[in-house]
């Protein structure tokens, strides 16, 4: 069984600067996905960001950016620029490869609020 | 299409009554998903359905938890008996087969408390 842990419950940074969540994982897995999800108060869950565990370049969408780190399964997010609607809670979450009942079955970390101040 | 649907938003009922919630996945996805939130918690995976077919169920889902997709498009997830501990938010996601690319769409969920 795969786990997923955030260790940061709350953060908070100030609007335009830098900020940098958390996660680890634990699998005996080798091909993988990663991914960061972000939930703001009242709305859907939607995705900020993925992973895949066999490629070695991190993966940036415009302001985020992650750091992985495969033989330390580490999968940490950097936010850069934080605007106010990034207030949210972060969610790390992993899901193994390969299709089959697997695909879609998302094992999620605790998550980590992320307050944005002005 | 507006996304994934999930009625209703919010359901509070007594102790030993059954409840139902309904998900509309988005129209051309032939994946659907359902997970469970508790407070201050991330979603754990309650059971999956591709197309009309449920694939797999988690321990989470007791006897008293019935999931149906009868046509391959709408799901329901069925509570009966309601427990407190039944108490969380309910989420409904949907992904294509085809996409691969592991991404889920989640709706907005339907909060249930049971007093």
């Known amino acids: 069984a795969q786990t997923v842990t955030q260790s940061q419950p709350e953060m908070s940074v100030q609007e335009a600067e830098t900020v940098t969540l958390s996660c680890t994982y634990d699998t005996s897995e080798n091909n993988y996905y990663l991914f960061w999800y972000k939930q703001p108060p009242s709305r859907q869950m939607i995705l900020v960001i993925r992973?895949?565990?066999?490629?070695?370049q991190n993966a940036t969408e415009n302001r985020f950016s992650v750091n992985f780190q495969k033989a330390a399964k580490s999968f940490s997010l950097k936010i850069s620029d934080s605007q106010l609607g990034d207030t949210a809670m972060y969610f790390c979450a992993f899901m193994k490869h390969g299709g089959g009942t697997s695909y879609g079955k998302l094992t999620f970390g605790q998550g980590t609020i992320l307050t944005v101040h002005p | 299409d507006t996304g994934v649907s999930q009625d209703p938003r919010h359901k509070i009922t007594k102790r030993g009554q059954n409840v139902t919630f309904r998900c509309d996945p988005i129209?051309?996805?032939?994946?659907l998903y359902w997970y469970r939130q508790t407070l201050g918690q991330g979603p754990e995976f309650l059971t999956y359905f591709q197309n009309e077919a449920q694939l797999e169920k988690s321990r989470l889902l007791s006897d008293r938890f019935s999931a149906e997709r009868p046509k391959g498009s709408f799901s329901t997830l069925e509570i009966q008996r309601t427990e407190q501990g039944d108490s969380a938010m309910y989420l409904c996601?949907?992904?294509?087969?085809?996409?691969?690319?592991?991404?889920?769409?989640f709706g907005e969920g339907s909060r249930l408390t049971v007093l």
């Open positions: 129209s051309e996805h032939n994946r």
């Open positions: 996601a949907s992904s294509s087969g085809t996409a691969n690319t592991g991404e889920l769409f």
């Open positions: 992973q895949e565990a066999y490629k070695q």
